[in-house]
């Protein structure tokens, strides 16, 4: 798997650690959230759109992950959130998908697990939205993910399975990607 970078995360009590960031509804987390706060939306969104969101801009599926491999952004949005007492996660993103690499530094870092989320923006995750309510058979750990590779791999086997086999549309469609997250702590 490639180190592609962090994506930082507004905090929830929410048992689910994974991607999904939506900030849609009251438990997931929101990815990207200065983007939208109204001192520095500005700066924080347009260089979102330059450097992490490029997946929007006519990038074929599977060759780019909406993270951060720039440390000196990393800190400054990490101060920005502090100086507005917004408590954050940071995420680091491990994928398949080559592009960005992140020459990560020797950060502290805890294993959260693996999901199933879209590459692009808020991280739609197939894990978070589907496993309890079409595929209540698959154990999660105790952040909401899977434990390993082959224990993710056996839930898209069987996703797979149940789109082929009932309506289209049944379940979200997209540029899906397994993720390989830790949360990490800056020092």
Not at 46 to 55: C, F, H, L, V
Request: glycine share 6%; hydrophobic share 35%.
């Amino acid at each position: 798997m490639f180190v592609n970078g962090i994506v930082i995360q507004s905090c929830t009590d929410n048992t689910y650690k994974g991607i999904d960031g939506s900030g849609v509804g009251k438990d997931p987390a929101q990815n990207w959230f200065l983007n939208y706060y109204e001192d520095v939306s500005d700066f924080f969104e347009s260089y979102y759109d330059e450097n992490i969101g490029r997946t929007y801009w006519d990038i074929s599926d599977h060759t780019r992950i909406a993270a951060c491999s720039d440390m000196e952004h990393i800190y400054r949005y990490v101060e920005e959130a502090e100086k507005h007492n917004i408590r954050y996660r940071l995420l680091l993103c491990e994928t398949d998908v080559p592009d960005p690499v992140f020459d990560c530094p020797d950060l502290e870092k805890n294993f959260l697990g693996y999901d199933y989320a879209y590459a692009a923006g808020d991280n739609y995750s197939a894990v978070y939205n589907e496993i309890p309510f079409v595929f209540p058979q698959f154990r999660l750990n105790k952040y909401g993910l899977f434990q390993t590779r082959e224990e993710i791999e056996n839930y898209i086997a069987a996703r797979e399975q149940f789109r082929r086999t009932h309506p289209p549309l049944t379940l979200e469609a997209g540029d899906f990607v397994v993720f390989r997250l830790h949360e990490v702590f800056l020092r």
